[in-house]
């Protein structure tokens, strides 16, 4: 099982700054198959990318994934208050798929 | 539009079985994979099984292998999570998501239903 470990487990910032948020896989992650969710208190999931840098429809370019191997990154250029939230990754390239612990991102 | 309506969800006694259904309408259900997630309650996210479009492809975590069934009816627009040897580890609100694509990439769900309830307790 890959076990994907996310950085920092809170993250507090004010809107309009970048966030820098980390997932790190405990084995290569397969053909760059892994997602990021945003997750609001109440609230299903939110897919935001996918394929570890694809934006999924109708999600804000401030939004950026990069990353491969056993490295990912989710970048929110400039923080806007509805972007405060848990964000998780999830890997999908190997059975059993498997989600990081998650970060918040709450307001400082 | 697209919608997930999840249902079957209760309180359970361990050791017994339930069936969860999430309907699905809005897409052509027979073209996308499909999905379980769950989330205890103040926890974090799990993924439990995938089911791919035909259902010829099945997928469990290992906390789940051997008890729980993912199957669905493309003539109902329906999938099903069948859920035996319940435990109170299996507590949580369980989600079906919706693949983005038809593609393996694709695969993550962009749509997702507002969940069903299932604590298992005696």
């Known amino acids: 099982e890959i076990v994907l470990t996310q950085s920092p487990g809170t993250l507090s910032l004010s809107p309009g700054e970048r966030a820098t948020l980390s997932c790190r896989a405990s084995q290569s992650v397969n053909s760059y198959f892994l997602a990021w969710f945003q997750q609001k208190p109440g609230q299903a999931p939110r897919l935001l990318i996918y394929?570890?840098?694809s934006r999924a429809t109708g999600i804000p370019d401030r939004f950026t994934g990069s990353g491969s191997g056993t490295d990912f990154t989710l970048t929110i250029s400039r923080l806007e208050p509805e972007d405060f939230a848990v964000y998780y990754c999830?890997?999908?390239?190997?059975?059993?798929?498997?989600f990081g612990g998650g970060t918040k991102v709450e307001i400082q | 539009q697209v919608q997930l309506v999840e249902s079957g969800g209760g309180v359970v006694q361990p050791g017994r079985s339930l069936r969860l259904s999430c309907a699905a309408s809005g897409f052509t259900f027979s073209s996308h994979s499909m999905q379980w997630f769950r989330q205890a309650p103040g926890k974090g996210l799990e993924w439990v099984a995938f089911i791919s479009h035909a259902g010829s492809n099945r997928f469990y975590a290992d906390s789940v292998k051997g008890r729980f069934t993912v199957s669905r009816d493309n003539s109902r627009d329906t999938m099903f999570l069948q859920m035996d040897s319940l435990r109170p580890e299996d507590t949580a609100l369980y989600y079906c998501?919706?693949?983005?694509?038809?593609?393996?990439?694709?695969?993550?769900?962009?749509?997702w239903g507002q969940g069903t309830l299932l604590i298992v307790s005696s």
């Open positions: 999830q890997q999908y390239g190997n059975s059993p798929f498997t």
């Open positions: 394929g570890a840098s």
């Open positions: 998501g919706k693949s983005a694509g038809t593609t393996p990439r694709q695969i993550p769900p962009d749509y």
